[in-house]
Every structure is written in C-alpha cells, then in structure tokens.
C-alpha cells in the first residue's frame, strides 16, 4: 500500500548549518507531495507542496523536489536558525475518489537548532 | 476568518466515559478529517467526510463515530474510553484546488488523556 518513510531524529544542529530531512514514498499513481511542520505545542502548517514529478516546492528558505526516479522528496535548508526548531512531517495524498484524499504522513522528524 | 478551531484543547476521561470533540471551520470546505497523533507513528486518519450529511471510516476507525451535521463541523465522538485512545486529535479541512491538489488546513489539535 501508499506509505512514507523518513529519516528518524532527533536531529541537533548549529544555527546556520545546512539541513537535509530524507523522504521517500511509496504510491500508486501520482500522488502529490507536502511537508508540515509542528511548532511546539500547536498544530500542523503545510510548508511546501509539490503536485508532479520535478516540481520544486519552497517556502521560507526550505525547499524539496519530486523526484519520480527515486520516489523521494528530501526536505533541505541552506542555513537553519533557532526558529526552526520543530517537527517535521513529509505526506502524500491520494485521490480525493480515494478516502476523500487522506493523507499519509511519515513518522515525523524533530529537529533541534541550536545557537 | 479563523480557520480551524477545535474544541476543547485539553482533556482527561476516564476509562469508561465518553465526550465529543468539536471540529468547526469557516472555510466553507467540503472535505474534512480527524486524525490521531501518536509518538512515533505520524497521524493516522480516523474517519473523514466528503460533504454535509456524509461520513466514512479511514485506516482507525475503531471506537469513535462522527457527525456532519452542519457543513462546518465535524463532530468526533468516543463513547467508552479506553486508554488505547489516549492521544492527540486533529481536525483538518479541504477542498479540491484549482489545480485538483488536496491541500488540507489542520486545526490546532486536542490533547485527550485516558485514564
């Protein structure tokens, strides 16, 4: 069945230092593709999306591309800072015609910046 | 405009009593979802509506029943808690884009303690 894996954390890491999150799917079709985060204590916030195969998703600084070949959709970030401190989640969706379009989230990935 | 709100944020039952938690979103959405947010395991989709009047199971559906009365609520009830429900719960909302992707708006999540 559809499923996402990503790499486990925590992950620490200096302020500014370079980020990479790994994600990869399995799916039927051609899903689209997202990142959440999870601020502390509140609920999820889509960070960026991707809707087919080379499309490169980016917002605030993060940016990951579909990348159909490899069935993956790597979270990165040139330079962290302490505000980005949070979890991370990498999700598909289905088809709407298919659980209304759930989503299928990863296990989650905390990560720590420290200054 | 508020978007997702839930109700109530904290919560602790007992095994055995049953409450509701509310879902309301001012989006005018078609689609929304409750999910369960465990350590380790992402969130897990527990049943899901596709329109006012219509309710369906997702992958947990086991133990909770759901309402839509209204287009802007979502309705999530448990009426024997047991301490296997002890998680944290959000709602999500959708609707179909422009560009056929299911973009989903979370609500700020309960935390529900079963004792």
């Known amino acids: 069945g559809d499923s996402v894996t990503q790499m486990e954390g925590p992950v620490t890491l200096s302020e500014e230092a370079f980020l990479t999150i790994n994600c990869t799917y399995t799916a039927t079709g051609y899903p689209s593709l997202f990142w959440y985060v999870q601020y502390p204590g509140e609920g999820l916030q889509l960070l960026l999306k991707a809707t087919k195969a080379d499309d490169k998703g980016s917002n605030k600084g993060f940016e990951a591309t579909y990348r159909k070949e490899t069935t993956s959709f790597h979270l990165e970030k040139g330079s962290v800072q302490v505000s980005d401190s949070a979890v991370y989640f990498c999700?598909?969706?289905?088809?709407?015609?298919?659980?209304?379009?759930?989503?299928?989230f990863g296990q989650g990935t905390e990560l720590s910046v420290k200054p | 405009n508020a978007g997702v709100t839930q109700t109530p944020k904290f919560r602790v039952l007992k095994t055995g009593q049953s409450m509701t938690l509310l879902c309301a979103q001012d989006?005018?959405?078609?689609?929304m979802y409750w999910y369960r947010q465990d350590p380790g395991m992402g969130l897990r989709l527990i049943h899901y509506?596709?329109?006012?009047?219509?309710?369906a199971k997702g992958e947990v559906p086991d133990g909770y029943n759901v309402s839509r009365l209204k287009k802007q609520n979502f309705l999530l009830g448990l009426e024997s808690a047991a301490p296997s429900q002890t998680s944290v719960y959000f709602c999500?909302?959708?609707?179909?884009?422009?560009?056929?992707?299911?973009?989903?708006?979370f609500g700020p999540g309960t935390r529900l303690t079963v004792l």
């Open positions: 999700a598909l969706s289905l088809p709407f015609y298919n659980q209304g379009g759930k989503l299928i």
């Open positions: 989006m005018n959405h078609e689609y």
């Open positions: 999500a909302s959708s609707s179909l884009t422009s560009r056929g992707y299911n973009e989903q708006f």
């Open positions: 509506s596709v329109g006012e009047g219509t309710t």
